[in-house]
């Protein structure tokens, strides 16, 4: 479907009804009937699907799927589904990937291929001897990991592809000794093949170095394959433009302030995860792992103005995968997948880090603007309203009520929420009361 047709059937999506929305996702391609079908099913999911991903189950917990919208990335138009329970997320993200959409674009590539895996061996009585050794037998090694464990990935254009040898000191007077196995996985995580292949050259190494390997394991730290996204905005005011260059400045120089804006940047990667059921831990994990990778903590994000044209780029280690796993498993999964129409591992991984990069320009404008509290607290007058106990016919007159305070005062609290409840319940009574007298 052409990118202008998307664009209209995106005019007014979320203040549509919930099947209307289906129907329009239905429309532009991103569901099938039988997708509307499942997704209407108001019973959840049989325990015995459960059973099959986890121990000790009594149930599910579920989180709400919503679709970003607006995203158009490396030219082409996506609906993305994102499962998450915070409000403004989505808003924010569909709201900055149209302004993005009307004056700029998002372009991503992937650098490098392979993951990583590790072999430690904690006290190398003769690091030298245990190097030479372990060069001298790194193709035999390779070769007969790829025919014996990692053929699988081998026939579809993967496997191991070097191995690394690191030497590490101890305080103790001893050296370790780190192993890097470099694997391509594919389209596949990778988590349990690279385990494999790790603890398959376990015996082999002691044998041919007389040395102990004491543990065996995948990295999350995957600097090896790194995921790259870069927007490029044109037509942004100057001074709006300079406050976002500043704003992400602050968050290169203080971890206090990374964190946070890391965090800002997951907000938009974990939801997309989740919903494909991939690993999002393993995701963060590599994220702050890179983020510290110069020795302080620092943004995985950079915004740059050049007088024209505002620039960001996000770049980071996003390991995912389309196939093993829950991602061919769990129903909501394969058709979130589906819809995105991710090709490839690497594919999912540049739409996941666009919309990462798309979320965080979201919370750096507010905070250059109106602030993150007048942004996100309109979206989250809703949450107070239902946790301040309001019925369904009290509903709009407290929303009311809290956006008149949050207009005057900058701030809403649940408290607020249930003053204001209160005040209507109490006006109510004494109407009654009016009434029959």
Same mark, same amino acid.
């Given at each position: 479907?052409?990118?202008?047709?998307?664009?209209?059937?995106?005019?007014?999506?979320?203040?549509?009804?919930?099947?209307?929305?289906?129907?329009?996702?239905?429309?532009?391609?991103?569901?099938?009937?039988?997708?509307?079908?499942?997704?209407?099913?108001?019973?959840?999911?049989?325990?015995?699907?459960?059973?099959?991903?986890?121990?000790?189950?009594?149930?599910?917990?579920?989180?709400?799927?919503?679709?970003?919208?607006?995203?158009?990335?490396?030219?082409?138009?996506?609906?993305?589904?994102?499962?998450?329970?915070?409000?403004?997320?989505?808003?924010?993200?569909?709201?900055?990937?149209?302004?993005?959409?009307?004056?700029?674009?998002?372009?991503?590539?992937?650098?490098?291929?392979?993951?990583?895996?590790?072999?430690?061996?904690?006290?190398?009585?003769?690091?030298?001897?245990?190097?030479?050794?372990?060069?001298?037998?790194?193709?035999?090694?390779?070769?007969?990991?790829?025919?014996?464990?990692?053929?699988?990935?081998?026939?579809?254009?993967?496997?191991?592809?070097?191995?690394?040898?690191?030497?590490?000191?101890?305080?103790?007077?001893?050296?370790?000794?780190?192993?890097?196995?470099?694997?391509?996985?594919?389209?596949?995580?990778?988590?349990?093949?690279?385990?494999?292949?790790?603890?398959?050259?376990?015996?082999?190494?002691?044998?041919?170095?007389?040395?102990?390997?004491?543990?065996?394991?995948?990295?999350?730290?995957?600097?090896?394959?790194?995921?790259?996204?870069?927007?490029?905005?044109?037509?942004?005011?100057?001074?709006?433009?300079?406050?976002?260059?500043?704003?992400?400045?602050?968050?290169?120089?203080?971890?206090?302030?990374?964190?946070?804006?890391?965090?800002?940047?997951?907000?938009?990667?974990?939801?997309?995860?989740?919903?494909?059921?991939?690993?999002?831990?393993?995701?963060?994990?590599?994220?702050?792992?890179?983020?510290?990778?110069?020795?302080?903590?620092?943004?995985?994000?950079?915004?740059?103005?050049?007088?024209?044209?505002?620039?960001?780029?996000?770049?980071?280690?996003?390991?995912?995968?389309?196939?093993?796993?829950?991602?061919?498993?769990?129903?909501? #999964? !394969?058709?979130? /997948?589906?819809? @995105?129409? +991710?090709? =490839?591992?690497?594919?999912?991984?540049?739409? %996941?880090?666009?919309?990462?990069?798309?979320?965080?320009?979201?919370?750096?404008?507010?905070?250059?603007?109106?602030?993150?509290?007048?942004?996100?607290?309109?979206?989250?007058?809703?949450?107070?309203?239902?946790?301040?106990?309001?019925?369904?016919?009290?509903?709009?007159?407290?929303?009311?009520?809290?956006?008149?305070?949050?207009?005057?005062?900058?701030?809403?609290?649940?408290?607020? #929420? !249930?003053?204001? /409840?209160?005040? @209507?319940? +109490?006006? =109510?009574?004494?109407?009654?009361?009016?009434? %029959?007298?």
């Amino acid at each position: 479907m052409a990118t202008q047709q998307i664009s209209e059937l995106f005019e007014g999506f979320s203040k549509l009804a919930k099947q209307e929305r289906l129907d329009r996702l239905v429309k532009m391609g991103a569901l099938t009937a039988d997708d509307v079908k499942y997704l209407n099913q108001t019973a959840g999911l049989p325990t015995d699907l459960a059973e099959k991903f986890i121990e000790n189950v009594i149930g599910y917990f579920q989180l709400p799927l919503g679709i970003a919208a607006n995203l158009c990335i490396d030219g082409k138009d996506y609906a993305v589904p994102m499962a998450v329970e915070e409000t403004s997320i989505i808003a924010a993200v569909s709201k900055t990937a149209k302004w993005i959409k009307n004056h700029g674009e998002i372009t991503t590539e992937t650098i490098g291929s392979d993951s990583i895996g590790q072999i430690q061996l904690a006290k190398v009585k003769d690091f030298v001897a245990f190097e030479k050794a372990i060069l001298m037998h790194k193709a035999d090694f390779i070769q007969a990991a790829n025919r014996d464990v990692a053929h699988g990935l081998v026939s579809r254009g993967g496997g191991i592809t070097d191995l690394i040898i690191r030497k590490i000191p101890r305080a103790d007077g001893f050296n370790m000794a780190v192993l890097h196995v470099q694997v391509n996985t594919c389209d596949a995580m990778g988590a349990n093949i690279i385990n494999q292949i790790c603890e398959y050259l376990k015996e082999p190494i002691q044998i041919l170095t007389g040395e102990k390997v004491t543990m065996c394991i995948l990295s999350n730290l995957n600097d090896t394959k790194l995921t790259r996204a870069k927007v490029i905005l044109r037509n942004v005011d100057p001074v709006l433009a300079e406050a976002i260059a500043e704003s992400s400045l602050f968050a290169q120089y203080d971890p206090y302030r990374a964190a946070t804006n890391n965090k800002g940047v997951l907000n938009g990667i974990d939801p997309i995860l989740i919903a494909t059921g991939n690993d999002w831990r393993a995701v963060e994990a590599g994220v702050h792992a890179y983020a510290a990778r110069s020795g302080q903590y620092r943004s995985i994000t950079e915004w740059t103005f050049d007088g024209k044209k505002l620039i960001g780029v996000f770049e980071a280690p996003i390991a995912v995968g389309i196939v093993g796993g829950v991602t061919k498993l769990h129903p909501t #999964a !394969i058709l979130c /997948l589906n819809m @995105l129409g +991710a090709v =490839n591992a690497n594919h999912l991984s540049r739409i %996941v880090a666009a919309v990462g990069l798309v979320q965080n320009l979201g919370a750096l404008t507010a905070l250059s603007t109106v602030g993150i509290i007048q942004g996100h607290m309109k979206l989250h007058i809703t949450n107070l309203t239902l946790g301040a106990g309001a019925q369904a016919h009290e509903v709009p007159y407290v929303q009311r009520k809290l956006e008149e305070t949050l207009q005057l005062t900058k701030r809403v609290s649940l408290s607020h #929420a !249930i003053e204001v /409840l209160d005040e @209507l319940r +109490a006006l =109510n009574t004494a109407t009654a009361k009016s009434a %029959v007298l």
